[in-house]
């Protein structure tokens, strides 16, 4: 095999491109809510600024552009950790039926 081929096929590109849609939807639908009538500008979202004031202990009014984008880099690791967790708590509560 080439070094500049890979040995994935279309398929299982798709496959896992699926999987990865599978997995980011809670997540993306926590965003999506959580930035309500912001989401041209999440750094506005009363929410967000809570959720962040809260975690931080800075306050709302102190949080601008530039905070929110720090926070966001400074603290990635520990966010997609809870966007993980949302994702599991969204399957628990709203589980799929699978069929028999």
Known sequence: MDPGTSDLTPVTCSLAR???????RPMLRFVWNSTR????????SPYLLWRIETYTGVKMTQIGFLEFWEFLWTERHNLW?????????????????RNP
């Open 18 to 24: 699926a999987a990865i849609l599978v997995l980011m």
């Open 37 to 44: 009538g912001h989401r041209l500008a999440p750094w506005r």
């Open 81 to 97: 950790r809870f966007l993980k967790w949302t994702g599991e708590m969204d399957r628990y509560v709203h589980p799929q039926t």
